[in-house]
């Protein structure tokens, strides 16, 4: 393995699957997926605080017209100010066109994110330059629609030196060294041979060119690039990525390291990397939403069809335990229960490290990730009393009235020792200055604690 894994990120992917003027008519605007992207994203905002960007794709615009539009940004507010930008470009188009602004099809043609498709992102990453230019969605650009390549993902391989070294044998010259650029151009390559073969086929039928452009983009076999560019790839990575004709996909390691779920209907289709983002955004329920295997891609083809495939064999599920602790949103019902259950699994330990001394303990947790665990905790600890109270009373004969009544009106010492004063994550902190901005992160509640009496058990 070279790389130890560093980002933890989140992705959405939306293709909205009626024309622009559905959305119009039925909810009012044609912004419906640009605002859809929006809360997706900011349901997601856990995923990321160090910057964000946005690729939209327009299908079926003329020649000479833009089809993608991209906007990065870095810093804490970057959600925000990404949007903020966006609307402020729309009310300068409202001021200076009027009406016209709110046509689907005039908004197609002159609003650079009035668009079919969407791709968003959301970096936090625990090392590196965090500057706009390493931003996610990244691209490779080419003059043909069908060798365009939009990604972004949530993922780190552990094997950027092998296949750096293979795309070097290949001829290539990438223009960076990084795993990002090397899956860039891992599937750019293989979507540059899948172009050529079928131009071949195509060329030799005695098809024009300008033909061979159209069938191209109608028969690219998305699933055949997807399963070769990943064969090579080790490590985990849920990444979702745009074709410039309109093919989109989003693809998830075999181990199932990485999260991603996934929703459509006849309105729309969305992938991110948290369930209870899409259930919130589109008021679905938990089991409308699922999950994508491992192994597997979503691909959606240009004229609107949702495929689920196999690209790879899946192995052992290997979920990233951080993920499940720590860094999902704890509003995921099954992450939810996970985290309470780890909790309840701590009391056996955490009782023979305090030598089952409750009169003299502190429960409490560090906000607020930990809070889940910490009800699960407490859930535990009174379940243990219980237990030892149901014994007692089995013992009828020789019941210690005092010892009992004890036991039974026993409840755990719960105080709110840590306050997180600023909203910030120290475990990925850059390393200068690390010890001074965890000195401020969080306030202590002072008096909660007995020195020399009390033991503490705070979950973090």
Same mark, same amino acid.
């Given at each position: 393995?070279?790389?130890?894994?560093?980002?933890?990120?989140?992705?959405?992917?939306?293709?909205?699957?009626?024309?622009?003027?559905?959305?119009?008519?039925?909810?009012?605007?044609?912004?419906?997926?640009?605002?859809?992207?929006?809360?997706?994203?900011?349901?997601?905002?856990?995923?990321?605080?160090?910057?964000?960007?946005?690729?939209?794709?327009?299908?079926?615009?003329?020649?000479?017209?833009?089809?993608?539009?991209?906007?990065?940004?870095?810093?804490?507010?970057?959600?925000?100010?990404?949007?903020?930008?966006?609307?402020?470009?729309?009310?300068?188009?409202?001021?200076?066109?009027?009406?016209?602004?709110?046509?689907?099809?005039?908004?197609?043609?002159?609003?650079?994110?009035?668009?079919?498709?969407?791709?968003?992102?959301?970096?936090?990453?625990?090392?590196?330059?965090?500057?706009?230019?390493?931003?996610?969605?990244?691209?490779?650009?080419?003059?043909?629609?069908?060798?365009?390549?939009?990604?972004?993902?949530?993922?780190?391989?552990?094997?950027?030196?092998?296949?750096?070294?293979?795309?070097?044998?290949?001829?290539?010259?990438?223009?960076?060294?990084?795993?990002?650029?090397?899956?860039?151009?891992?599937?750019?390559?293989?979507?540059?041979?899948?172009?050529?073969?079928?131009?071949?086929?195509?060329?030799?039928?005695?098809?024009?060119?300008?033909?061979?452009?159209?069938?191209?983009?109608?028969?690219?076999?998305?699933?055949?690039?997807?399963?070769?560019?990943?064969?090579?790839?080790?490590?985990?990575?849920?990444?979702?990525?745009?074709?410039?004709?309109?093919?989109?996909?989003?693809?998830?390691?075999?181990?199932?390291?990485?999260?991603?779920?996934?929703?459509?209907?006849?309105?729309?289709?969305?992938?991110?990397?948290?369930?209870?983002?899409?259930?919130?955004?589109?008021?679905?329920?938990?089991?409308?939403?699922?999950?994508?295997?491992?192994?597997?891609?979503?691909?959606?083809?240009?004229?609107?069809?949702?495929?689920?495939?196999?690209?790879?064999?899946?192995?052992?599920?290997?979920?990233?335990?951080?993920?499940?602790?720590?860094?999902?949103?704890?509003?995921?019902?099954?992450?939810?229960?996970? %985290? $309470?259950?780890?909790?309840?699994?701590?009391?056996?330990?955490?009782?023979?490290? #305090?030598?089952?001394?409750? @009169? &003299?303990? *502190?429960?409490?947790?560090?906000?607020?990730?930990?809070?889940?665990?910490?009800?699960?905790?407490?859930?535990?600890?009174?379940?243990?009393?219980?237990?030892?109270?149901?014994?007692?009373?089995?013992?009828?004969?020789?019941?210690?009235?005092?010892?009992?009544?004890?036991?039974?009106?026993?409840?755990?010492?719960?105080?709110?020792?840590?306050?997180?004063?600023?909203?910030?994550?120290?475990?990925?902190?850059?390393?200068?200055? %690390? $010890?001074?901005?965890?000195?401020?992160?969080?306030?202590?509640?002072?008096?909660? #604690?007995?020195?020399?009496? @009390? &033991?503490? *058990?705070?979950?973090?």
């Amino acid at each position: 393995m070279t790389d130890q894994i560093r980002h933890k990120c989140g992705i959405v992917l939306i293709r909205l699957l009626k024309p622009l003027e559905h959305y119009q008519l039925t909810y009012g605007s044609w912004q419906y997926g640009l605002e859809k992207l929006y809360l997706l994203m900011e349901k997601q905002r856990n995923r990321g605080q160090d910057g964000a960007g946005i690729v939209s794709l327009k299908l079926d615009v003329p020649p000479g017209r833009k089809y993608f539009s991209r906007k990065r940004m870095a810093g804490s507010a970057a959600i925000n100010d990404i949007f903020a930008k966006i609307h402020k470009d729309h009310d300068k188009a409202v001021r200076k066109f009027g009406e016209a602004v709110e046509d689907p099809q005039w908004a197609r043609m002159h609003m650079p994110f009035a668009a079919e498709a969407y791709l968003g992102h959301l970096r936090y990453g625990t090392y590196g330059n965090d500057s706009s230019d390493n931003l996610h969605p990244v691209m490779r650009e080419n003059n043909w629609r069908t060798r365009n390549l939009v990604i972004a993902g949530n993922f780190n391989l552990t094997n950027v030196d092998e296949l750096f070294r293979i795309l070097v044998d290949l001829g290539q010259y990438p223009k960076e060294y990084s795993d990002t650029v090397t899956m860039l151009e891992k599937v750019g390559h293989f979507l540059d041979t899948e172009n050529q073969r079928l131009f071949d086929q195509f060329k030799s039928q005695g098809y024009s060119n300008r033909d061979i452009t159209e069938m191209i983009a109608a028969h690219l076999n998305v699933r055949k690039i997807l399963e070769e560019a990943s064969k090579r790839w080790d490590g985990g990575y849920a990444v979702a990525g745009m074709m410039g004709h309109g093919d989109l996909f989003a693809i998830r390691d075999p181990w199932g390291i990485r999260p991603a779920y996934y929703y459509y209907d006849e309105e729309i289709a969305v992938v991110t990397s948290e369930r209870p983002a899409i259930q919130t955004a589109l008021n679905v329920s938990f089991g409308q939403v699922k999950e994508l295997p491992p192994g597997h891609a979503l691909i959606i083809k240009k004229k609107g069809e949702v495929l689920l495939e196999q690209v790879r064999e899946p192995q052992q599920k290997r979920s990233c335990s951080f993920e499940r602790i720590y860094f999902s949103r704890g509003s995921d019902s099954e992450i939810y229960r996970e %985290r $309470k259950k780890l909790g309840e699994l701590l009391v056996p330990g955490l009782l023979e490290a #305090i030598d089952h001394d409750l @009169d &003299n303990t *502190v429960f409490s947790y560090i906000p607020n990730t930990a809070e889940s665990a910490f009800y699960g905790m407490i859930k535990g600890v009174e379940a243990t009393m219980l237990k030892k109270a149901k014994e007692m009373l089995k013992d009828a004969g020789n019941v210690d009235r005092e010892a009992l009544t004890r036991i039974i009106s026993w409840r755990p010492r719960v105080e709110k020792v840590a306050i997180k004063d600023l909203k910030l994550r120290t475990f990925i902190a850059q390393d200068e200055g %690390r $010890k001074e901005m965890v000195s401020h992160v969080y306030d202590i509640t002072y008096g909660t #604690i007995r020195a020399g009496v @009390d &033991n503490l *058990v705070i979950i973090d």
